[in-house]
């Protein structure tokens, strides 16, 4: 069992930045993939970024190239994401997730273990 706690969300102004983490208990996260999701209010949990077991591997929505930046510390077992230039449109509700697949992984039900999920909230 992997269990995998979020932090740093919370709310900030258009245009500006928050950086997620993700913290990993009960087994090393080099045996995964990592991906953050995000799911808004009426909407289907959608992929934002994987990254592979290593770290030498990325994948991104194209929604977000350019201006999140996911990485991983297999040493410290967390993961991040730095997410610059916020819009208002991506306001949702932002989890980390640990898969067995195979790297590039974007379907949420491929995701063998999940965090509670953490608010992000951008003002216009």
């Known amino acids: 069992q992997v269990q995998l706690v979020e932090s740093g969300g919370g709310l900030v102004q258009a245009g500006g930045s928050l950086r997620l983490s993700c913290a990993a208990s009960?087994?090393?996260?080099?045996?995964?993939?990592m991906g953050w999701f995000r799911q808004a209010p009426g909407k289907e949990r959608e992929f934002v970024a994987v990254i592979s077991r290593s770290g030498s591997r990325i994948y991104y929505a194209d929604f977000v190239k350019d201006r999140f930046t996911i990485s991983r510390d297999n040493v410290k077992n967390t993961m991040s994401l730095q997410m610059n230039s916020l819009k208002p449109e991506d306001t949702a509700v932002y989890y980390c997730a640990a898969a067995s697949a195979r790297f590039g992984e974007t379907r949420p039900g491929n995701y063998d273990y999940w965090g509670q999920g953490i608010q992000v909230t951008i003002s216009s």
């Open positions: 009960g087994r090393t996260l080099n045996n995964y993939i």
